[in-house]
């Protein structure tokens, strides 16, 4: 059985990725690509509890036990479900990874990058994926479709200064391994996009 391949799906709030993944998974079920789909936070019934602390307008979590939570999230989901799906050769589509929090916690909150980059290593023993796609998006469009899908959680709820250094974090990151994302403009046409991302995963596949 061939390796898997690991995808995730990144952006500021607002972007489009639910959207743009469901789309993507359609295809694969589609081609009749064995594939997991999954989410940060949760995924597992420790990270789904973790979802629902962070995302709790109630609460004020200071930077560093918000990375953490989002870090204890993630280790679990890597050991119960990305590298098990991996091993057995399916494709992982993932809502957001180890750069939503280097550039939420990161750029967006001000924690050190070496420290960030640190922690995720050891507690995703060092799996990257294989294919980013970020869907950019100016943080005050992003808010605003946001807003029209319902109450804000509590990251929704930062002001607009603290999306614009998490998009400027999310920029930094492409820039700094394009062969890794796939960067897109989230204004175009959900169809347009869609065919982007289809392009570039389809020809992973081969």
Known sequence: MSPGLFLTFEGPEGAGKSTQLARLVARLDQAGVPHVVTREPGGTPLGT?????????????????EFLLYSA???????????????????????????????????????????????????????????TVLLDLDPAVGLERAARRGQPDRLERADLAFHQRVR?????????DPARFLTLDATRGEDELAELVWATVSAQLH
């Open 49 to 65: 509890r973790v979802r629902e602390v962070l995302l709790d307008p109630a609460l004020s979590i200071d930077a560093l036990p």
């Open 73 to 131: 999230s993630r280790a679990q989901l890597v050991v119960n479900v990305i590298r098990p799906a991996l091993a057995r050769g399916a494709v992982v589509v993932c809502d957001r990874y180890a750069d939503s929090s280097l550039a939420y916690q990161g750029a967006g909150r001000g924690l050190p990058a070496a420290l960030l980059q640190d922690l995720t290593g050891v507690v995703t023993g060092g799996l990257t994926p294989d294919v």
């Open 168 to 176: 400027a974090g999310f920029q930094a990151l492409a820039a700094r």
